[in-house]
Each structure stands twice: as C-alpha cells, then as structure tokens.
C-alpha cells in the first residue's frame, strides 16, 4: 500500500511540474488557456483528472483530458457546435460512448454559465463535473 501511495505522489508532482513548466512559457496573445479539475463518472466508473482547453481568436477550442494518474483519458476540439473526440483510451473507446461524449461536451462547452464557474451535468447516466483551478 505504502508503495501505490508514494506512486501516486510522484505522479502528482510529476503532473504539477508539468502544468508550471508549461505556463512558464509566454502564450500568445490569440490563445485564451482554461484548466480545470475534472470528474466523469458512469456506471461504476469514475474518470479524475485535468482538463486543459485553448481557444484562439476564431473560437476553435482544442483541449485534453488527463487523468490524475497521467495517462490521457482522451483529446476533443469543438468549432462552432461541432466536437471531434479522438485519442480515446480503451474503456471509452466505443463508438456509441464517444458520440455521447461528443454531445456531452458540445452542451458543456456552448452554455454560457461554463466558463469559471463550478459546473456539473447529468447526461443519460454520466455526471461531469468541471472545477476552475486557480492561477
């Protein structure tokens, strides 16, 4: 047990460097960069982790879902109303799942209350919840 626990710190810290190293970088003035806690549960299972979201000046948005253990559980862009969902990891990866999730984050991303609020949706069964982390 002692063993998961130090794994799982590692990966933390390993995941928290990451993201510092990245906004160490200056970004450019067309992209506009969101990152939250994530939570996807559905029938049994629950997905954790970060999301990490850049739209640019012509509203195409492109982000990852990563979850907290490191792996990507997928990767999503969204111009207008329209997602695509790719990258998807194996337990996700049926078609009839990824178009719910493309439904899912087409209705997450277009409503207005998203953007730095707590925000949660029950969809057919599957809850999302999106929490803003601080800068």
Same mark, same amino acid.
């Given at each position: 047990?002692?063993?998961?626990?130090?794994?799982?710190?590692? %990966? *933390?810290?390993? &995941?928290?460097? &990451?993201?510092?190293?990245?906004?160490?970088?200056?970004?450019?003035?067309?992209?506009?960069? %969101?990152?939250? =806690?994530?939570?996807?549960?559905?029938?049994?299972?629950?997905?954790?982790?970060?999301?990490?979201?850049?739209? =640019?000046?012509?509203?195409? #948005?492109?982000?990852? +879902?990563? %979850?907290?253990?490191?792996?990507? #559980?997928?990767?999503?862009?969204? !111009?207008?109303?329209?997602?695509?969902?790719? =990258?998807? +990891?194996?337990?996700?990866?049926?078609?009839?799942?990824?178009?719910? #999730?493309?439904?899912?984050?087409?209705? +997450? &991303? %277009?409503?207005?209350?998203?953007?730095?609020?707590?925000? !949660?949706?029950?969809?057919?069964?599957?809850?999302?919840? *999106?929490?803003?982390?601080?800068?």
């Amino acid at each position: 047990m002692l063993g998961a626990m130090a794994l799982l710190t590692i %990966s *933390f810290l390993i &995941l928290t460097n &990451l993201f510092q190293s990245v906004d160490a970088v200056p970004a450019s003035d067309t992209l506009v960069r %969101s990152e939250y =806690n994530v939570m996807i549960k559905a029938r049994g299972m629950d997905f954790n982790g970060i999301c990490v979201m850049e739209c =640019n000046d012509e509203g195409l #948005i492109t982000g990852t +879902i990563i %979850s907290q253990m490191g792996p990507k #559980i997928f990767d999503f862009t969204m !111009s207008g109303r329209k997602v695509r969902v790719f =990258n998807v +990891i194996e337990p996700l990866n049926r078609w009839f799942i990824r178009r719910r #999730i493309r439904r899912d984050l087409s209705d +997450i &991303l %277009s409503d207005p209350e998203f953007s730095n609020n707590v925000y !949660s949706l029950n969809s057919r069964g599957i809850d999302y919840f *999106f929490i803003p982390l601080k800068n």
